[in-house]
């Protein structure tokens, strides 16, 4: 993943010194996941990675919001129009642990139960979710009043490539084992797990994105960039389970950026 985002920042840095277009932006990015599991027309809600967190661990949304940094070109077609190539770079780790179970040993095994029944001999059990997600995007930009004036606002929109990947590392508990020798307290196995999606290379999903905002000049060929951007993409998880899952995984969120322009 860090080799892909060098390879498109040199490309990006390279296209701006052949005098092509007329501005490359430098930003930083705080990114809020949406993680959403939308319900089907039934009313059930889904078997996304996200409500299997999110039900299970004691992380939320704002867990994953995160700073990251991110880089466009900017090619003038017209006046009022231009076209932009940009990308991202956010990631997030973020360790957590079992909202309704504790862990315990027994017969030199590790084992879950209900956290009524916790005592000086119990544990908390937890693990890690970690996810990275990396657009590259083309938009087409709108600055309805022009590029000249000291106040100069813009929207756009567009689609983008999706390299993202996830892991999940800690422990986990199996709810297919059951101790079974009192139904009437459930206890269940605990593994030591490496989970992960986009093993190799990160795995590829498309998207659309919609943004607005406004520049506002501050020295000669330099302008303050303050942006807000809605992207939309889904991912699927299908390697870090025995199960392939069912949902999409939302890699959808708004993004809240503030640029510095240098325009040629």
């Known amino acids: 993943m860090k080799k892909r985002i060098l390879t498109l920042t040199m490309a990006l840095l390279v296209v701006s010194s052949l005098g092509f277009s007329n501005t490359i932006t430098f930003r930083m990015n705080y990114f809020l996941p949406s993680a959403q599991y939308p319900a089907d027309a039934s009313g059930r809600l889904g078997d996304s990675l996200w409500k299997i967190e999110f039900d299970n661990m004691n992380f939320t949304r704002s867990n994953f919001q995160n700073t990251s940094f991110g880089l466009s070109y900017d090619v003038l077609l017209t006046q009022h129009l231009s076209i932009m190539i940009g990308l991202d770079a956010y990631s997030?780790?973020?360790?957590?642990?079992?909202?309704?179970?504790?862990?315990?040993?027994?017969?030199?095994?590790?084992?879950?139960?209900?956290?009524?029944?916790?005592?000086?001999?119990?544990?908390?059990?937890?693990?890690?979710?970690?996810?990275?997600?990396?657009?590259?995007q083309l938009t087409f930009k709108i600055t309805p009043f022009g590029r000249r004036g000291k106040f100069i606002p813009y929207i756009g929109g567009g689609a983008g490539v999706y390299f993202w990947s996830a892991r999940l590392y800690g422990q986990m508990v199996d709810f297919s084992?059951?101790?079974g020798d009192d139904p009437a307290i459930p206890i269940y196995a605990v593994e030591d797990i490496d989970l992960?999606?986009?093993?190799?290379?990160?795995?590829?999903?498309?998207?659309?994105?919609?943004?607005?905002?406004?520049?506002?000049?501050?020295?000669?060929?330099?302008?303050?960039?303050?942006?807000?951007?809605?992207?939309?993409?889904?991912?699927?998880?299908?390697?870090?389970?025995?199960?392939?899952?069912?949902?999409?995984?939302?890699?959808?969120?708004?993004?809240?950026?503030?640029?510095?322009?240098?325009w040629f």
């Open 92 to 136: 997030k780790s973020k360790s957590g642990y079992y909202k309704d179970y504790v862990g315990f040993v027994f017969e030199d095994y590790l084992w879950a139960l209900p956290t009524l029944y916790q005592d000086r001999d119990t544990f908390s059990l937890s693990h890690t979710m970690s996810l990275s997600i990396t657009p590259v």
């Open 177 to 179: 084992i059951d101790y």
């Open 196 to 262: 992960r999606e986009g093993q190799q290379f990160g795995k590829v999903a498309l998207g659309w994105h919609v943004l607005g905002g406004f520049m506002l000049p501050v020295a000669n060929r330099l302008t303050l960039d303050i942006e807000f951007k809605y992207n939309h993409a889904n991912g699927k998880i299908t390697e870090m389970f025995f199960e392939r899952l069912n949902d999409p995984f939302d890699l959808s969120g708004f993004q809240m950026s503030l640029g510095l322009n240098y």
